[in-house]
């Protein structure tokens, strides 16, 4: 089965887990820009990873990313459009 088909399938749905990862001011920064902007970002990566290992193997113990990894299905040329707006450069 094909990456594309695999999205498509409308057989199996998968269950989403929300959990709540400290992350540092920049990253609710940048969410608060793409959100204003009409636009999704996702924390993926390590921060997500560890996240998870934690709580299920180690529960109760505290976790903080060293870095977050980003992503977005925004198109390169809207990504530099909100990073490079007004709102953003006020925000630093």
Do not use: C, W
Not at 24 to 53: H, I, M, Q, T
Not at 58 to 67: E, L, M, Q, R, S
């Amino acid at each position: 089965m094909s990456f594309k088909t695999f999205l498509e399938n409308e057989e199996e749905r998968f269950d989403a887990l929300s959990v709540e990862i400290p992350l540092p001011s920049e990253v609710n920064v940048l969410a608060r820009l793409f959100k204003a902007a009409g636009e999704s970002l996702f924390v993926v990566g390590g921060a997500v990873r560890d996240k998870l290992y934690k709580d299920f193997h180690n529960p109760g113990t505290t976790h903080k990313p060293k870095d977050v990894d980003l992503a977005t299905p925004a198109q390169p040329d809207r990504v530099v459009e909100i990073l490079s707006s007004d709102e953003a450069k006020e925000a630093g």
